[in-house]
């Protein structure tokens, strides 16, 4: 009988590299990057992601190195030795994806998905024990999906679709948010496909309430565009003792913050009846941290806290028990950049789907003269001016003064100056 593997001769190259990797020291990591040209600088998590990516390269020459630099460190330490047999003759053998059904992801923000194509699949190390793991993704397109991606004529709408490869923490009792696997790196057809806002050497959170945030991964520059043609994902992470981990690969189209917006408006506006019970029930406690209280009012701005504009959409989350508002054009605007999600009044977790605009603050934003409204026991308001006493006394004290400096014209300059000492 003959012996199958799951590599070709390759993948059995790289699989070897990769555990002479694993074992290297700090002294053969600047070793094989001074042969190879490359930077020798930092720490040996930075020498091992260097040499990583020389080696992802797919260079003959950085594989011929890191096999002589193994092999002699092998042959220095007594009875070590780093074996992994070729078997150029085996075929490659595609393995059986595990799809984990109970795993949901929560939906992606600025994204709407069409379909998925593969997954969710379980994150599985297919490097016989090699450390970084590794596993291969592998997968079709359909020609509806290939017309979607590359469509020959006008697009209805501003932005194509998009295959994207997204992480989640292997978990079934809830919706999960999407969540990289430590020091992740992942190429698509060979071709490295960054992390959007991920760096690969920081240290991992040690709980899941400091969250670093995590975006779908864009595949779609990397894909054969040609019929039925088979892609390749490749993923590299470092096993986690205290999480696993799934991966799944879906078309979906990007949206503008414009689309979130109307997406937003889609939903409705909150009653102005609920505002109006909230600021009684706030009166009746005196108990609000974000606004000003007294026994009879509540003084509220109508001044986003972000773009410092009069707010023009105002919202906020269903979960936030405050007044304040802001405006959620220019929320959605900051988390396009950079999604973090958290309320800009009470720092609490402030996601799109919990976001609601306020009827009530849309029409007073819309009719009031001034920036600053304050609300009454029985649930109106009335704006605030602002009062003009301390720029009467400057005023008068300024004319003061000015007369004073008039009548002494007469005084000699040493005097003048003695006399405003």
């Given at each position: ?13 790289i ?24 930077g ?7 020498l091992?992601m ?65 379909n ?7 994150l599985?190390?297919r ?7 590794f ?8 020609l509806?999906?290939?017309q ?17 490869v997204?992480?989640?923490?292997k ?6 948010d ?7 790196y ?11 806002g ?5 240290p ?35 096993q986690?003792?205290?999480?696993q ?23 409705g506006?909150q ?16 108990k ?56 800009p ?15 009530l ?57 003695h006399?405003?000492?």
């Open positions: 009988m003959t012996d199958t593997t799951l590599y070709s001769a390759d993948d059995v190259s699989a070897e590299c990769q555990k002479y990797l694993s074992g290297f020291r700090v002294q053969e990591l600047k070793e094989l990057l001074k042969s190879l040209g490359g020798q600088s930092g720490k040996k998590g930075d091992y260097r040499s990583m990516d020389m080696l992802q390269s797919g260079n003959p020459k950085v594989r011929k190195k890191i096999r002589e630099i193994g092999r002699k460190a092998a042959e220095s330490k007594r009875g070590v030795q780093f074996i992994v047999k070729k078997k150029a003759d085996a075929p490659p053998v595609v393995l059986p994806a595990t799809t984990l059904p109970g795993v949901v992801f929560k939906a992606a923000p600025f994204y709407e998905r069409n998925t194509i593969l997954g969710p699949i379980d599985v190390n490097s016989h024990g090699a450390f970084p793991c596993t291969k993704l592998q997968f079709t397109l359909t509806q999906e290939l979607l991606l590359y469509p020959a004529g006008p697009s209805g709408s501003s932005l194509h679709p998009q295959v994207l997204r992480f989640c923490k978990d079934s009792t809830c919706p999960q999407d969540y990289y696997p430590p020091q992740c992942l190429k698509a057809n060979d071709v490295p496909c960054p992390l959007p991920y760096h690969p050497l920081k991992e959170p040690k709980s899941d309430s400091v969250k670093t945030s995590c975006s779908p991964v864009n595949i779609t520059h990397c894909l054969k565009s040609s019929g039925m043609a088979l892609n390749h994902v490749g993923i590299n992470w470092y986690s003792s205290y999480s981990f799934c991966v799944v690969v879906e078309l979906a189209r990007p949206l503008t913050v414009q689309d979130m917006l109307q997406k937003l408006i889609s939903k506006l009653n102005s009846s609920v505002t109006q019970s909230l600021v009684k029930q706030k009166l009746a406690s005196s609000d941290g974000d606004v000003s209280t007294t026994t009879s009012n509540l003084r509220v701005s109508l001044l986003c806290p972000l773009g410092r504009m009069r707010m023009e959409h105002p919202c906020r989350s269903e979960q936030c028990s405050h007044l304040q508002c802001f405006d959620a054009k220019v929320y959605l605007q900051m988390n396009e950049k950079k999604a973090r999600w958290v309320c009044v009470c720092d609490k977790s402030a996601l799109f789907e919990t976001l609601v605009i306020d009827n603050f849309l029409d007073i934003c819309d009719v009031s003269p001034t920036d600053d409204v304050e609300f009454l026991e029985d649930g109106t308001w009335h704006p605030v001016h602002k009062r003009g006493i301390c720029w009467c006394v400057f005023v008068h004290i300024k004319i003061t003064i000015v007369s004073l400096f008039c009548s002494q014209k007469v005084v000699d300059t040493r005097k003048k100056l006399c405003f000492k």
